[in-house]
């Protein structure tokens, strides 16, 4: 997380804008995979898979941080006891973090874009659930995280695509159709990506 204290001294251009894999994208653990970058910088990158779901449950998370007991937890509204949990990336992966707008504000949040901040401390997550919390948000456990260069040197090897990041594709929940959607909005017919990829 020093790569997101860092880098967010400095806005790196990569700053609040999705990363979606390539077809000949070789880890598979990115394959289709859309990433919203948190932080960006000479020193490396940080992101959040959007469009992966963790088997666990928001209010599972709740219950093992005791911020409510079972009986809480059952009666949560249903908006919130729906309230997914993604699979951020490899690293960290029992961390949560919660992307969210700007309308929620602790001494923990940090901003990463005009009107987006990132918040990972157990505050936000009892706002949530109390009904106190931001107006958008997603939360996941783990995150991605790239060295120095070595982001802009596998997008140059045609590893990822990049786009800006419209507010309504980074909090909907319609998570399985999000890589698609995404490179329709940026006016790209999969099958010429598949074919371009093809040569890298």
């Given at each position: 997380?020093?790569?997101?204290?860092?880098?967010?001294?400095?806005t790196g251009f990569?700053n609040?804008?999705f990363l979606?894999?390539m077809?000949?994208?070789?880890?598979s653990?990115?394959?289709?995979s859309?990433i919203y970058?948190c932080a960006?910088?000479?020193k490396?990158?940080m992101g959040?898979?959007?469009?992966?779901?963790q088997?666990m449950?928001?209010?599972?998370?709740?219950?093992?941080?005791?911020?409510?007991?079972e009986?809480?937890?059952?009666?949560?509204p249903e908006?919130t006891?729906?309230?997914l949990?993604?699979?951020?990336g490899?690293v960290?992966?029992?961390r949560g973090?919660?992307?969210?707008?700007?309308d929620y504000?602790?001494?923990?949040t940090?901003?990463?874009a005009?009107?987006?901040c990132?918040?990972?401390t157990?505050?936000?997550?009892?706002?949530?659930s109390?009904?106190r919390?931001?107006r958008?948000?997603?939360?996941?456990?783990?995150y991605s995280g790239?060295?120095?260069?070595q982001?802009?040197?596998?997008?140059?090897?045609n590893?990822?695509?990049t786009?800006?990041?419209?507010?309504?594709?980074?909090?909907?929940?319609?998570i399985?159709?999000?890589?698609?959607?995404i490179?329709?909005?940026?006016g790209?017919?999969?099958?010429r990506?598949?074919s371009v990829?093809?040569?890298?």
């Open positions: 997380m020093e790569i997101f204290r860092d880098a967010n001294k400095e990569l609040g804008q979606l894999a077809p000949g994208m070789e880890d653990r990115f394959a289709r859309v970058v960006h910088s000479e490396g990158a959040l898979i959007i469009n992966r779901v088997d449950e928001f209010a599972d998370i709740l219950v093992q941080l005791g911020v409510l007991d009986q809480q937890a059952i009666m949560m908006r006891r729906d309230f949990v993604r699979n951020g490899p960290e992966v029992r973090f919660v992307l969210h707008s700007d504000l602790t001494d923990s940090m901003p990463v005009e009107e987006i990132l918040t990972g157990v505050d936000i997550l009892r706002a949530i109390g009904g919390g931001p958008k948000a997603l939360m996941t456990l783990g790239w060295a120095s260069g982001l802009e040197n596998e997008i140059a090897n590893g990822w695509l786009c800006q990041a419209p507010h309504e594709m980074l909090f909907d929940t319609d399985d159709s999000k890589y698609d959607r490179l329709a909005y940026m790209v017919d999969p099958s990506l598949a990829a093809g040569h890298a």
